[in-house]
């Protein structure tokens, strides 16, 4: 006998209708709000789970069917969600956007019986499928047992394991792609994976098209009623998928039963992909669980947008006109920059506003040694040398589908620069003491506080390596060259971290210094900066005092003239009065001013930069500030410059 699970707020209707399903041969279990029938769900054993989607004073019932379905060991459970009201579209749209195997209208509720049947045969394919996955299961538990108890034995059967885990992935739902194949082996539909496995164009291709020569069309149509699993092949490189080996499985699904029209839904895995997660099993580290890791992939990619480069100033609108450009390409990238410009911060724009499928990895590549950095990039196999414990997949292989971002990348030694630049290029490497390369997929960033003209001349950059960046840059401006910002950044940052300390407004004399340091730290030292300065006021405005040292230390160095405005003597002479001598066919007599510029005077930067200082200076009658302001420059920056010219 069928177990069901009913989820009916009102008495009556669930009295009733429990009543029918136990008559059509049920075993019913009943309760009345959808949390109570979350929790019954997890506990019990059902076969069927049927829902009301009118849920009163809780879960309603769609939200009780996508948390259900989310629960993993439930996924293959059929739901059925039923409405006893008036029920559009709407309703029904939304109870099979939360994952519904059917919906069943107030007009059809006197053949729900006819449906649960539907889904029952259903049921019993998936079941079919289930139970053979679940002796694979069995058997991989055993082998994983025996493994532990025979760590000491370097040549246990690693081929039987690696099989078991990979259909341990099948059964438990996790395939890389899926497809749907009609019965002419034809793609109805593919999800992202499938289409970064199989190629975007995979959509309405014939089996025997897509992946030629390599049997999976043959092997998906011999699966007529029952499904297969652990087949393996090879699809080649084409423009718009890299080569890779992959197993598939098929599990038949009868559409219509009067036709004997027969989907077959494809589950597919990445061979190299499993194998680098069933090392990093073996090696204790499972990571997050795959729920948390879709919601916090979510946030991330909320978060990660071209709106995310925070400013409307002329810098930072080009330097979102650079990232977009980049963000549909899988290309290599330079990311170039002073320190704390916000580089990696680009790096996740570009990766999380993209179409990668894997995660983006890091190196700071002036961290470690050479040796060290080779090892941690292409990873290494037991025994290569005596610290080699276990089979270790290099962050190359970690990152496939996704991205990976080298952080100050002219500090790579120019060997190891040579064998990534030959590794991108043949999509394949060779772990240390491996027997065979393997292959990958990746985009690779790079972030360099050289120009981009700089690190392809650098001596110290391979040629090679350089080559795979040229014409592919984005520059991130310091937090001079983008000084408009500034005020959108303080708030920014006053919003994130004002609130721990019940901080919401900066003073003017505060607002004053934040505007004339030079800030050579950029954004992260305007960002720690403003995070110590939120912890000091707590709870009220920021004022001066509550700044870092470094900035505290702008106003103490201020002479008393930048402080009190400069005023004119009052007995100052006014020639104005006094009539000008001209020659006829010469323009007026004027007096050289120290910052006229004529024939004399050398062509140079430097000098005629001299000369804009003092005629800023006279402009402003030596107010420094005000002079600083009418150049735009920092007070600092105006002190520096004004001493390398011996002006005072």
Known sequence: MSRLLLVEAEASDRLVLKSRLTEAGYKVTSVETGAKGIVEARTGDFDLLVISAEGRGGVDGCEVCRRVKAIPELVHVPIIVYSTGKSGSDMA????????????????????HLVLEAQMRHRSRVREALDQSRILEQENQRLEAQQRHMVDIGSANLEETNRAVLLRELACGRPDGVMVVDSSGHVQNADRGALELMGRSVIGQALGKAAP???????????????????????????????????????????????????????????????????????????IPRQQLAELLDAAASLYTLEAITG???ATTALREQVSK?????????????????????????????QATGPILSLRCGSQSSEELELELFGYMKGSFPDAMVDHPGLMLLAQDGTLLLEDVDHLSKPLQARI?????????????????????????????????AFETNSDVDPAFAKMFHGRSVNVPSLVERRDDLPILVEFFLERFGPLH????????????????????????????????????????????????????????????????SQSPSDAHDYSGLPQMTIPGMPAFEEQRPWDIGEEDPISLEHYEMKALLRALDSCGGDKLAAARLLKVGKSTLYRKLKRFGIS
């Not at 749209?93 to 729900?112: L, R």
């Not at 394949?428 to 981009?452: D, H, I, N």
Request: net charge neutral.
């Open 421 to 453: 630049a030959q590794a991108m290029a043949d999509r394949k490497l060779m772990r240390k003491g491996a027997r065979q390369p393997e292959r990958f997929e990746l985009r690779l960033l790079a972030t360099t506080q050289l120009s981009p003209e």
């Open 312 to 314: 409307r100033g002329e």
């Open 326 to 354: 980049y963000i549909s390409r899988q290309t290599p990238a330079l990311i170039s920059g002073p320190k704390g410009s916000g580089k990696r911060h680009v790096a996740n724009v570009l990766h999380y506003s993209g």
């Open 502 to 565: 019940k901080v919401s407004e900066v003073s003017d004399e505060a607002s004053w210094v934040l505007a004339h340091h030079d800030w050579p730290g950029n954004v992260a030292e305007l960002e720690s900066s403003l995070e110590e300065a939120c912890s000091q006021a707590s709870g009220q405005a920021i004022q001066v005092e509550h700044l870092p040292a470094q900035l505290r230390q702008l106003v103490t160095s201020m002479p008393a003239q930048d402080i009190i405005p």
């Open 213 to 287: 020569a390599t049997g999976l069309e043959a092997f998906v149509r011999d699966a007529r009623a029952t499904s297969r699993d652990g087949f393996r092949f090879e699809v080649s490189q084409r423009k718009d998928r890299s080569q890779r080996n992959l197993m598939a499985a098929v599990v038949p699904v009868t559409r219509n039963e009067s036709s004997g029209q027969t989907l077959r839904i494809v589950l597919l895995l990445d061979l190299g992909k499993r194998k680098v997660a069933e090392e990093m099993l073996r090696a204790h580290e499972p990571g």
């Open 93 to 112: 749209e939304a109870a099979y956007a939360a994952g519904a195997d059917a919906f069943v209208s107030k007009g059809q509720m006197p053949h729900i």
